[in-house]
C-alpha cells in the first residue's frame, strides 16, 4: 500500500483529503506544519508528499526545496495542494521541484488521478486493491 506524507494545517481539508485517497487505496499521514512534515518525511520516507504552501513553521516550498536538496529525499515526488491560484505561484513551486500543483477547491476525482500518476505502483495497487 502506498504511502502518503499530507502537511496541511486546516483540518477539515486535511480530513477530507485523507478520506479521498483512502478510499482510493492509500494510507495517508498528516502533520500540520511544515517542520513536522519535513521531520516525518525524513522518518517515513513515503512514495508521496502532498504541501500546502502556507503552513506555520516551514511554508510548502520552502519544505520543497530542503527536500530536494537531501540526498536521501530529493527523489520522493510532491504535490502541492494549495489555495494559491496564480499562474506564478505555480511557476514557482514547479521551479522548487513540485512534480504536479493542484488549486483548492480541487475535484476529488482530478486529486486521485494525480497522485496515482505520481506513485509508480499505483496500477497495481488498483489491480489487488
Do not use: C, W
Request: charge should be negative; avoid cysteine; hydrophobic fraction near 40%.
Amino acid at each position: 500500500m502506498a504511502r502518503i506524507v499530507y502537511a496541511e494545517d486546516d483540518e477539515l481539508i486535511a480530513e477530507h483529503v485523507r478520506e479521498t485517497l483512502s478510499e482510493a487505496g492509500y494510507v495517508v499521514g498528516i502533520v500540520n506544519d511544515g517542520i513536522s512534515a519535513l521531520q516525518a518525511i525524513k522518518i517515513k520516507h513515503p512514495d508521496l508528499v502532498i504541501l500546502d504552501a502556507e503552513m506555520p513553521g516551514l511554508p510548502g516550498p520552502e519544505v520543497l526545496r530542503k527536500m530536494r536538496t537531501d540526498p536521501k529525499l530529493f527523489d520522493i515526488p510532491v504535490l502541492m495542494l494549495t489555495a494559491r491560484r496564480s499562474k506564478g505561484d505555480e511557476d514557482l513551486a514547479k521551479y522548487a521541484g513540485a512534480n504536479e500543483y493542484l488549486r483548492k477547491p480541487y475535484d476529488p476525482d482530478q486529486l486521485v488521478a494525480v497522485v496515482n500518476s505520481l506513485v509508480p505502483d499505483a496500477p497495481k495497487r488498483r489491480a489487488f486493491g
